[in-house]
């Protein structure tokens, strides 16, 4: 900073400036995509939208407080994968989840119920188009292995369950709003049944057949399983009874026990790739009770298989290969990608959802509207800084033209960071945070206000412009620091405290606030610094201080006049 004239070099801080503009761009072209390009929000390059309804048990419409609790959940999820952009609200009792680009697949993943149940293996068989009963085998399904791994052996027959070993408790269901046993099956109205009716109908019936602990129906549940239907029961089974189901990607049926650890029980899930059998793999770590239980459970089921059950789908049933296995460590393998892996890892690190959902409608959101709305705040915002920089020409001539160059110094090093954020963090920019940049960059044409009425104070005081700037500048960075301190703080309390797009301003707006100072250190003040050693700039045709400069001398005439009495 220049606290006096020629105590700080103006050519440094301009190349310092420099320096770091160019330190800007490298990054912007020669890392990343190389694109310069900012990353765009819902609002100016479209998205899809999601709207999930509510499946419950009983059919009744979900509770708010359910839905708060799901709505919070998937947030944590956005935030865990980074999904700039996306927004998630309550729309009655559905959600709504709007995700940037075309592909809506990513906001039905973000909706996964997530609940992770770990059931021991019964029975598992090839499925057969039309329900026909194959014969049993043991074929081992796509899944992974459960370390250490070994091959897999045929499972036992239905009615040869192994039953547990004492002291065993199975858990009790998953945290959730709604009772985990099958209601009644309903009557049906005069008129028909309602969605939310026929829904609970066909998961009270799917209970009854897939759930049974009568063997014989078991063995008819497994001979009826289509895996390539909808699974009505899909995060809606109970943990504390048997369940007959599909593998994910329904190339086995399986006839599950009792659930012996759940998803509760995860400390935290990570995702990477086994470099030894070349395959994408999700680690967890489970608590100390889940760690108990998973060593009790592969003590018990030493050479048997043991399923990880997501939302009602076997993804892994490896084969235990020695027990009990120590540490609270285990992994899940299956025919994972490294996004596939990375989205399941995040989705059970944040926890089950209360309610399970369905998808009843996806619809692209076209980007036309907020595009409009961006060219006409583009067309406001230029009116605006033109209408700056005119005053700024026409109260103080020449000098205009510095603040112009301020102004433009301040706006290509702010499109830079944009572009290295939405980049790094994947920062989006909305219709909210161009007000927000717009606001910023003309808050800081204020700074070049207070600054050039301090240099006019100086120079009522009969100072020469060259004397001037510098006493000036000590003056007029105290004011700006404080109104920039005080920007600042506003703009951190509202993006704590806001949501959704205000957050977008509040970020942008402490942003160019920052980059203000800097480019009040670095190029305006070293600029006036400059132009106060040029004869050119001293006159008063060029700087517009003429009637400054004139009132000055009327008034060392007056002091003269006293003091000549």
Not at 292 to 300: C, F, I, P, Q, V
Not at 435 to 453: H, K, N, P, Q, R
């Amino acid at each position: 900073m220049p606290p006096s004239q020629g105590s700080a070099h103006p050519f440094r801080l301009l190349g310092a400036y420099a320096a770091l503009l160019a330190v800007i761009y490298a990054l912007v072209f020669f890392t990343g995509d190389h694109s310069p390009s900012a990353k765009l929000g819902i609002d100016l390059q479209g998205g899809t939208r999601v709207t999930l309804t509510a499946r419950t048990p009983d059919g009744n419409k979900p509770s708010q407080d359910s839905l708060k609790k799901a709505q919070e959940i998937i947030e944590s999820r956005v935030n865990g994968l980074g999904v700039s952009g996306s927004e998630v609200v309550i729309d009655g009792d559905n959600l709504v989840i709007t995700v940037p680009g075309e592909d809506s697949q990513q906001a039905r993943a973000l909706a996964t119920t997530a609940k992770l149940y770990i059931r021991p293996v019964l029975f598992a068989t090839e499925p057969q188009a039309g329900g026909a009963a194959p014969p049993a085998t043991g074929t081992a399904p796509p899944g992974g292995t459960a370390p250490p791994a070994a091959t897999e052996t045929p499972a036992p027959v239905p009615g040869e369950s192994t039953p547990p070993a004492e002291g065993a408790t199975t858990p009790a269901p998953q945290s959730r709003v709604f009772p985990a046993q099958a209601p009644p099956t309903p009557t049906p109205p005069p008129g028909g049944l309602t969605t939310q009716q026929q829904q609970a109908k066909e998961i009270a019936d799917a209970k009854a057949l897939r759930q049974s602990t009568d063997q014989q129906v078991q063995q008819v549940a497994v001979a009826a399983m289509d895996c390539t239907k909808p699974d009505p029961l899909t995060g809606n089974d109970d943990p504390t009874l048997p369940l007959v189901t599909c593998s994910q990607d329904g190339t086995e049926v399986f006839l599950l026990g009792p659930s012996r650890i759940d998803g509760q029980e995860i400390a935290d899930a990570t995702s990477g790739l086994n470099s030894q059998q070349a395959r994408h793999e999700v680690n967890l770590e489970f608590k100390s009770a889940g760690a108990d239980a998973w060593s009790k459970l592969t003590g018990e089921y030493v050479n048997k298989r043991v399923a990880f059950v997501l939302d009602s789908k076997v993804v892994s049933a490896p084969q235990v290969q020695q027990g009990p296995q120590l540490g609270g460590r285990t992994s899940i393998s299956g025919s994972f990608t490294a996004d596939s892996a990375s989205e399941l890892a995040n989705t059970l690190k944040y926890g089950s959802l209360p309610l399970s959902f369905q998808t009843s409608e996806a619809e692209t959101v076209s980007a036309t509207l907020g595009l409009s709305s961006l060219k006409a705040g583009l067309l406001a915002g230029a009116v605006g800084l033109i209408a700056v920089l005119l005053y700024c020409l026409l109260v103080y001539r020449m000098l205009g033209l510095l603040a112009g160059f301020s102004l433009i110094a301040a706006g290509v090093a702010v499109y830079g960071i944009i572009v290295l954020l939405g980049r790094w963090i994947g920062f989006t920019l909305d219709l909210a945070g161009i007000a927000g940049l717009i606001i910023g960059i003309g808050l800081t044409a204020d700074s070049f206000v207070v600054f050039f009425e301090r240099i006019k104070d100086e120079m009522r005081e009969g100072r020469s412009f060259r004397s001037a700037v510098p006493r000036g500048w000590q003056r007029a960075q105290r004011t700006n620091l404080s109104g920039k301190t005080v920007s600042l703080i506003a703009s951190v309390v509202l993006y704590l405290l806001a949501a959704g797009q205000v957050k977008g301003f509040a970020f942008t707006l402490g942003v160019t606030t920052v980059l203000d100072v800097i480019v009040l250190y670095l190029v305006t003040a070293p600029l006036l610094m400059l132009a106060s050693r040029s004869p050119f700039w001293a006159k008063p045709s060029v700087n517009g201080l003429g009637s400054v400069q004139q009132i000055a001398r009327e008034r060392g005439q007056a002091r003269s006049k006293e003091m000549s009495r």
